[in-house]
């Protein structure tokens, strides 16, 4: 049971289509754990269609129904098939569409002795989507944010001085946080990150890393 | 759960669990006899509600307005076998299927390079979460009934939001409001719609 969900504005703005790509994925990714979300997006769904009947209707001429209709033996797309088939798994949809293999197939980026990161490729050019590995006990540098910055726990856990996040815990900060995480002890922790500007290392020891947490967006 | 399932029976709790208004009795129909008849009442109605949600907010052309009607209604075709009436209202279904189709063609527009279609964005379930297949059933039906009762302006701010696609950002801008205001009048919004958001 995850302790930590996006806040009902993020969980609107996913259920109406307004999130950007990189958010919408990650969004998406924390409901693979959690109940409580896909129920509340299910009724926040029900909400738009609501509104889209109480729409008023735009005209639309007979040529386009008959033009519909003339379509209607077309094969559909392969996609519609494949749902049915789909096996749970512990990592989310959308991350396996989003990687080839596993995490250990991965390129990693080792960034310090406990931390090592892997970007992933969204298309969305506005924000790094980037997974954190981070040794058992092992602490990110002290950090600040120059945007928002989106975590999701996919193995593992870390915690950091506002208390202890576990697998499917959903974190959003908002620029200007500064905070110090740190892998529980007992495994190591893998996170998605999506942040919306460079992350910059506040203590002077680790300025030099820097150059490394350059924007990888895309 | 903050949700009590007594005192409400009567209105909602049909032992079959099945929706039965004429929406989803039209994709039930298309699923199981591809039905074009059923089709073609089903295209009257939401296709002029597809091309509303198309062009609200307007950025879109008539152009490809008419590329999107036709795209979701060709989609409710080809997916009414996934449409399970005791899981959502037609209403919701076609809303998801407009909402990708809208989300994807803005891309191709924009020319995203990306893996991702916005089918993708919805999480799979196993389970059959039977809980939230009657939460879901009544919530349509209620959010219908409270939606008479919404101040103009929330209503207003979850048109932008969900019509014309705006984020909460966006919405402030545009009526030159506060963030925090939209953000509040979204929240006082579904709160008196009843939507439940349960939290431990």
């Not at chain 1, 798994?89 to 980026?109: N, V, Y």
């Not at chain 1, 815990?169 to 998605?192: G, K, M, N, V």
Request: charged share 25%; glycine share 6%; hydrophobic share 40%.
């Amino acid at each position: 049971m995850t302790k930590f969900h996006p806040e009902l504005h993020l969980l609107t703005e996913y259920a109406a289509g307004d999130l950007p790509l990189a958010q919408s994925a990650c969004v998406s990714a924390h409901m693979h754990y959690c109940d409580q979300c896909r129920r509340a997006v299910g009724q926040l769904q029900d909400l738009g269609g609501v509104l889209l009947e109480q729409l008023n209707p735009e005209p639309v001429g007979d040529a386009m129904l008959d033009a519909v209709l003339a379509r209607l033996d077309e094969e559909p797309p392969l996609m519609y098939a494949q749902t049915e088939e789909v096996a749970v798994s512990r990592t989310p949809a959308i991350l396996r569409r989003l990687m080839s293999g596993d995490f250990s197939d991965l390129s990693w980026k080792k960034v310090s002795k406990a931390l090592s990161i892997s970007y992933l490729k969204t298309g969305d050019s506005g924000y790094e989507f980037a997974l954190y590995h981070i040794k058992a006990g092992g602490r990110i540098p002290d950090h600040d944010h120059r945007g928002s910055e989106m975590t999701l726990i996919l193995q593992g856990g870390f915690s950091d001085a506002n208390g202890s996040y576990h697998v499917g815990d959903f974190i959003y900060r908002e620029t200007d946080d500064t905070h110090a995480p740190t892998a529980l002890q007992s495994e190591d922790c893998i996170c998605l990150a999506v942040l919306d500007a460079p992350l910059k290392f506040t203590g002077w020891k680790h300025r030099w890393m820097n150059p490394f947490l350059r924007l990888q967006a895309g | 759960m903050t949700e009590s399932t007594g005192g409400e029976k009567s209105s909602w709790d049909v032992p079959t669990g099945r929706r039965t208004d004429e929406w989803s009795e039209c994709l039930t129909l298309i699923a199981e006899n591809q039905d074009r008849a059923a089709f073609t009442r089903f295209f009257r109605h939401f296709a002029p509600l597809i091309k509303a949600f198309a062009l609200s907010g307007s950025t879109m052309s008539q152009m490809h307005a008419d590329e999107l009607v036709q795209e979701v209604m060709l989609k409710t075709w080809q997916k009414a076998k996934a449409f399970n009436p005791e899981k959502a209202a037609a209403s919701t279904w076609v809303y998801t299927i407009a909402r990708n189709c809208r989300t994807d063609m803005f891309r191709r527009l924009q020319k995203f390079d990306t893996p991702l279609a916005a089918e993708d964005f919805t999480p799979e379930t196993d389970s059959e979460e039977p809980f939230s297949i009657l939460q879901s059933k009544r919530s349509s039906d209620k959010i219908r009934e409270l939606m008479a009762g919404l101040p103009t302006d929330q209503a207003q701010i979850l048109a932008k939001v969900y019509m014309e696609g705006k984020s909460h950002a966006e919405a402030a801008a545009e009526l030159d409001l506060p963030l925090g205001t939209v953000k509040s009048r979204v929240r006082l919004a579904i709160q008196k719609l009843q939507i439940q958001i349960e939290r431990q």
